[in-house]
């Protein structure tokens, strides 16, 4: 190692000799190939395969509204290439680009020319039109899951908080049950219950985390479903349970689910019907009675049901009546023997009262996808000052998220693996490419303990894939994907084909 003096600061040089490095394990020779065509996420061909044969990369990046005058600025396809290639490898931040800037494989299998600066990306979508980016996003998440409309199916409804940290638009003081105080954005969701697809994702201010903020937007989406494709059911929590989301659904003969907040009035629906005493079972010790109930705002009586389960233990969160008593928000004590915990759902549906607990309680599955979009995605990051373009990357990350769920479930058919255990599984490991005789090589090294159920799997995606091409030439784009999807979501369909529709909306050639 020599050392270069200037301005009299030493600066160290790099020698291109190997380093020797003391270890436990002996002493180790450690040399840099800056050359080398490596990649860390080595698997990652087998997505972009996927990508490929399904025919959801290429229309993406050609219907962009990116449009570049100066003869300096990048491609579009390598700007939206490297938003995929950091969304994928975990990155909620721009300024974690340049740790990809090195992969000298994955861009170029993607078509790339290079991965782009981090401002590249930042600056990307800073001019385009808001609407012309929602209408282009839109399109392509509804193309994910367009054959999946056909099926029985239903939406779940939800609001994460995105805690902000700096002078963003929209950055208001709200509901932030985390870090209260902090100013955030609220992102309102729309998912496909059991398949965990997201289907829309708006960005608010972060004052704007009750329902009725997402009317408009939940107008939009159902209105622009064909009677055939609408869901079967509108369910989600308190948020919703309120007459401007319920209208919206009546005005549409739209069924719903939603739980109601725990207002006097209710308060004493459910003291009336614990006094009543007509319960029937309603699956995991919950009990179910049913009432009619108009409350003041409300344009008319609608069908309420009451769920309550018994407390085996002591709650830890209580305080005390003005007499004493021990009272919890949750908990009612008619019975001084007997404490029970309680849930009160509005609901449109005719079915029977003892089948809404579990109707209600498969909603949590909504909030699982919040979270990991959240934790694992970026939906926690990729922040800037102005509201248009954290919309515009929160629709890119639900559309990566899509693929990627549906990628991860043509190799893992059986369940749903999320990114915290599917990124190490199917797309970490070290690839080296080589070339030889005008074939390009990779050689993968996965330090995964399951490498070898890694390996099958995607081996047999491979398969599946060049089926689909050689098998299936004579389909176009829109019967193709539902054989994809019908491989992908074959637990759910226990083997058998999605229906075919009429017409896909939206459908690229």
């Not at 992969?103 to 800073?126: C, H, I, Q, Y």
Request: hydrophobic fraction near 40%; charge should be positive.
């Amino acid at each position: 190692m020599s050392k270069a003096s200037g301005g009299g600061a030493e600066v160290p040089v790099v020698a291109s000799s190997p380093v020797r490095v003391e270890t436990f394990g002996g002493v180790v020779h450690v040399e840099w190939d800056p050359q080398a065509a490596v990649t860390p996420m080595g698997q990652l061909p087998f997505f972009i395969d996927f990508l490929k044969t399904a025919d959801l990369f290429e229309p993406w990046v050609e219907q962009c509204p990116l449009r570049y005058t100066s003869p300096n600025a990048p491609s579009k396809r390598d700007v939206l290439g490297t938003i995929l290639l950091s969304i994928l490898a975990g990155h909620n931040r721009y300024a974690h680009i340049t740790s990809i800037r090195a992969d000298t494989v994955n861009p170029r299998l993607l078509g790339m020319r290079k991965v782009v600066s981090e401002d590249s990306a930042r600056r990307a979508f800073a001019d385009t039109a808001p609407a012309e980016c929602a209408k282009w996003q839109q399109e392509h998440l509804r193309r994910c899951y367009e054959p999946l409309l056909y099926e029985p199916w239903i939406l779940d409804l939800d609001s994460t908080v995105k805690p902000l940290y700096g002078r963003q638009e929209g950055a208001v003081l709200g509901y932030n049950p985390h870090k209260p105080g902090r100013p955030s954005h609220v992102l309102h969701t729309y998912v496909m219950a059991n398949t965990r697809l997201v289907l829309d994702v708006e960005v608010q201010p972060g004052n704007q985390t009750a329902g009725i903020y997402g009317r408009p937007g939940l107008e939009m989406f159902l209105d622009g479903l064909g009677l055939s494709a609408r869901p079967k059911l509108v369910r989600g929590d308190v948020s919703y349970g309120n007459e401007t989301i319920m209208l919206a659904c009546e005005e549409r003969g739209q069924d719903y689910l939603f739980k109601l907040r725990r207002s006097p009035n209710v308060q004493r629906l459910v003291e009336q019907l614990f006094l009543k005493g007509e319960w029937r079972g309603a699956g995991s010790e919950w009990e179910a009675s049913e009432s009619r109930l108009q409350l003041t705002g409300w344009s008319c009586e609608r069908r309420v049901i009451v769920l309550r389960r018994e407390l085996k233990e002591q709650p830890l969160l209580e305080h005390k009546k003005a007499d004493g008593q021990t009272e919890l928000a949750f908990v009612e004590t008619f019975d001084p023997a007997r404490r029970y915990e309680y849930v009160v759902l509005v609901t449109s549906l005719k079915c029977e009262q003892g089948a809404m607990g579990q109707m209600y309680r498969d909603r949590a599955d909504s909030e699982n996808v919040n979270d990991e979009l959240k934790n694992h995605w970026s939906w926690g990051g990729f922040t800037t000052r102005d509201l248009s373009r954290c919309q515009v990357m929160a629709r890119h990350t639900a559309l990566f998220y899509n693929w990627w769920s549906l990628f991860t479930r043509l190799a893992i058919p059986e369940r749903h693996a999320e990114a915290i255990t599917s990124r190490p599984l199917l797309l970490h490991a070290v690839g080296k490419e080589t070339r030889h005789s005008g074939q390009v090589h990779l050689t993968l090294t996965s330090v995964h303990g399951a490498w070898r159920r890694a390996r099958e799997r995607v081996t047999a995606l491979a398969a599946f894939l060049r089926r689909v091409q050689t098998n299936a030439e004579q389909l176009d784009w829109a019967g193709r994907w539902r054989l994809i999807l019908s491989r992908a979501f074959q637990w759910f369909l226990r083997g058998r084909m999605l229906k075919s529709p009429p017409l896909l909306a939206g459908a690229v050639p």
